[in-house]
């Protein structure tokens, strides 16, 4: 819709990084905030944040680029790195999980502990992150007629120019006729963008009454976490229309044979860490009874 909201000469400030940033920054705010109230030192968990930034950029590029490799070329080499464009596969930041439990360790703080306080506000940034793809025009869904589908502008919108954005715009253009030099606007399609944000926003939801109100056992909203966006995801490709890869003779993209794997792995976690509070809890030595 508006991949670029201001243009300077050469200063572009694009709506997908200043949602990211945006995402970022408040995720850190809140994260910061909860766990001084824990006890746990807001100056490291600032540090934590700025490596976990890059290494979760890092893994989201490499997974979209092992997923869209047409879409790179050695002849636009800034486009490999220049995420602020979009082109991020949000499941390979979950690699930064794994970076967390190791820089925890090394700091002497409980990775479960902090994981309650920070997972939940993973869905909430997630969300604002959608909200950049809309305005960029990525993770764009398939044509339709519902009534709350939406078409895209062309980028730039003047017929004129050559154009360079919009991709379900110039998507329709190659498969569905649409002319570069006569119209402005893609055939109406799901919003997906925006059903994944409104997902997302209930997961956040859940996530924070669940701790709450019923915290079962420490670490438990990380696999929540994991099997609830998972479930979302899964619906949600249904609907999606950037020809993402498919397996089983096209019945299913990458992505959802990925959250199918993210639902075991979660409701694999939650099983492991229920047990084991089990097992702790009754191997626990118990207070002598006084008379």
């Not at 949602?19 to 824990?38: I, N, P, S």
């Not at 997923?67 to 995420?83: C, H, K, M, N, T």
């Amino acid at each position: 819709m508006l991949p670029t909201l201001i243009e300077l000469g050469p200063l572009k400030i694009h709506s997908y990084g200043l949602m990211m940033a945006v995402a970022f920054l408040l995720g850190v705010y809140l994260v910061r905030r909860e766990c001084k109230r824990a006890g746990i030192d807001s100056d490291m968990v600032a540090d934590l944040a700025f490596w976990t930034l890059l290494v979760g950029l890092l893994g989201s590029r490499v997974a979209h680029i092992l997923l869209y490799r047409d879409e790179y070329s050695w002849q636009d080499p800034v486009g490999w790195i220049a995420f602020w464009r979009g082109g991020l596969v949000f499941q390979g930041a979950l690699v930064a999980i794994l970076f967390v439990y190791w820089y925890l360790r090394r700091k002497g703080v409980d990775f479960w502990t902090f994981a309650d306080i920070a997972v939940c506000y993973i869905p909430l940034g997630h969300a604002i992150g959608r909200l950049g793809c809309f305005l960029n025009g990525c993770c764009y869904g398939e044509r339709s007629d519902v009534p709350w589908a939406i078409p895209f502008r062309r980028v730039p919108f003047d017929l004129s120019q050559q154009p360079v954005g919009s991709p379900p715009y110039l998507d329709h253009c190659v498969r569905y006729g649409l002319s570069y030099w006569e119209d402005r606007w893609s055939f109406p399609i799901h919003p997906t963008q925006l059903y994944s944000a409104f997902g997302l926003l209930c997961i956040f939801i859940i996530l924070i009454l669940l701790r709450r109100k019923w915290m079962p056992f420490r670490g438990f909203v990380l696999p929540t976490y994991l099997v609830l966006y998972g479930i979302m995801r899964f619906i949600v490709e249904f609907f999606r229309g950037d020809h993402n890869p498919t397996h089983f003779g096209g019945h299913l993209s990458d992505q959802q044979v990925f959250c199918i794997i993210l639902v075991f792995v979660g409701g694999g976690l939650f099983w492991y860490l229920r047990m084991k509070r089990r097992t702790d809890a009754s191997s626990s030595p118990t207070a002598p009874e006084t008379s």
